[in-house]
């Protein structure tokens, strides 16, 4: 009940082109949903973040999209383009003075976008 | 902009021996975290501290891991005897509010 599925393994997509990856969940005491971006020999980069009580946050190129009765989420990034060639994880926590962020990632998105 | 800040960035060691990994954390950051990305493979949770405890842990986190906040700068994971299995790249995190944290650029453990 604490995983969250991530998929699909990897992606490659045309510079110009919408990446779409996704994300699905179980444990509905989950309500923070961040996106890290991940560049080869760095940590996770926080990309954007979602809380449940909206169900699209939009930041530039990226968008998150949130369907709670489905516990799904999503990952589109518009306009994709050779710099975003990344790895990308989704992942889930639970906030509340009680807990203590733990966030547990999906299993991550190759991205690769072709010039 | 603020980092968070690991050494070594790579460190090998006979199976067996104890290694330190150290981070210093975001200066006004109050919750600090351990995570470990065996190659290829998701991110894992390992601790969390906070108020200068371990807040929660991983079933991975077993006795043979330690966390320490020894001066109000740095946080260290110590491993007493590594395995094998230790190999991964241990990232630290640290954040104000227990969300949207700072991981920093990991260190590549390699037991041998």
């Known amino acids: 009940q604490q995983q969250v599925k991530q998929s699909p393994q990897s992606l490659i997509v045309q510079k110009g082109g919408i990446s779409i990856i996704n994300c699905a969940y179980e444990?509905?005491?989950?309500?923070?949903f961040p996106w890290y971006q991940q560049f080869p020999g760095k940590g996770p980069a926080l990309l954007i973040a979602?809380?449940?009580?909206?169900s699209e946050k939009k930041e530039g190129r990226f968008t998150i999209s949130f369907n709670k009765s489905a516990k799904q989420f999503s990952l589109h990034i518009m306009d994709s383009q050779p710099g975003d060639s990344a790895t990308y994880f989704c992942a889930a926590s639970t906030q509340g003075s009680s807990n203590t962020g733990k966030l547990i990632f999906g299993q991550g998105t190759t991205l690769q976008v072709k010039p | 902009e603020p980092e968070v800040t690991q050494t070594p960035s790579h460190q090998v060691t006979q199976m067996g021996q104890e290694v330190i990994l150290r981070c210093v954390p975001i200066s006004n950051h109050l919750y600090f975290y351990w995570y470990r990305q065996i190659l290829g493979q998701k991110v894992e949770f390992l601790v969390s501290?906070?108020?200068?405890?371990?807040?929660?842990k991983s079933e991975i986190f077993d006795d043979q891991f330690s966390v320490e906040r020894p001066d109000g700068s740095n946080f260290t994971l110590k491993i007493r005897s590594t395995k094998l299995e230790d190999s991964a790249m241990y990232f630290c995190?640290?954040?104000?509010?227990?969300?949207?944290?700072?991981f920093g650029s990991g260190t590549r453990l390699t037991v041998v």
């Open positions: 501290f906070y108020n200068n405890e371990i807040s929660e």
């Open positions: 979602i809380r449940p009580d909206v």
């Open positions: 995190a640290s954040s104000v509010y227990g969300y949207g944290y700072t």
């Open positions: 444990n509905t005491a989950f309500d923070y």
